[in-house]
C-alpha cells in the first residue's frame, strides 16, 4: 500500500496553516506544519517531503524567497508559493529561484489541492536508478543527451543523471516535442503549466536561464534552445 503524499506547509499564521491542514488531511495527505525557517530546517532533517506550499510574506530575517531559495539549492521538491503580495516582481522571482507555481491569497483549497495534485501526477512516473528503456517508453535523444519522458529522466552525454525540477523537466519536453518549431511565451507557459495563465514574459525567460545551466555547453553562447527576438525560443538540437 502506498503511503499518502506528505506536504510541508510553511506559514506564519496559524490560520491559515491549521486551514490547509484540516483539509489535506481530509483528502488523506500527511501534513506538517511550520511558521519559519528554523522549524523547516528541524523537519527536513528529519523527514522527506513529496511537495512544500510555502508562504512569501514571512516575517524575520528570511522571508519566503529566503527559503525557498534555499531549499532548491538542497532538493527538487516541488514548491508552491503561497503569496497575498500583488507583485508580478515577487512572483517571478519564486519562479526563478526555482518553485514549480504560485497561488494568490486568498485562495480556493480546491484550486490549491488540483494544482498539487497536477505537479504530484508529473513526477509519479519518476524512479531513483537509472534502467533500460522498454519499447513502449517515450525517449528522446539529442546530442548525446537521452530524455526519457515516461521515467521523467535526463541523462547527459557520459550517462549521468541531471537532476531537473518539475517546471524545467516539463519546459524541456516541450521544447524536445516541437524541436525546430518557435514557441511564444505564452505557449510554453500553456504547455507546461497544463492550465492557461497569464504569461510573465520573465517568468518563461527564468526557467529558459535555469535550464540552460544545466544542458548547454555556454549558457551565455546556447546552442540547444536559442532566443527567436520578440516572440520566444526555438529548440534547435537534433532530436532524434
Known sequence: M??????????????IRNLLARYFEEE???VTCVADG???????RQKTFDAILLDLSLPGGQDGLDLAREIRSQSDVPIVMLTGRDDVVDRIVGLEIGADDYIAKPF?????????KSILRRRATSTPAKVSAAPEEEVFSFDGWSLNV??????DPEGGEIGLTTGEFDMLVSLVKNSGRVLSRDQLMDMTRGRP???????VD???????RKIERDPKRPELVKSVRGIG??????VS
Do not use: K
Request: hydrophobic share 40%; proline share 5%; glycine share 2%.
Open 2 to 15: 502506498n503511503s499518502p503524499p506528505h506536504l510541508l506547509v510553511i506559514d506564519d499564521d496559524p490560520r
Open 28 to 30: 488523506e495527505y500527511s
Open 38 to 44: 528554523i522549524e523547516m530546517r528541524v523537519e527536513m
Open 108 to 116: 480556493h483549497l480546491r484550486e490549491v489541492h488540483a494544482r498539487l
Open 150 to 155: 515516461s521515467r521523467r529522466m535526463l541523462y
Open 197 to 203: 495563465m497569464e504569461a510573465f514574459d520573465r517568468a
Open 206 to 212: 527564468a526557467q529558459i536561464v535555469r535550464l540552460r
Open 233 to 238: 525560443y526555438v529548440f534547435t538540437g537534433r
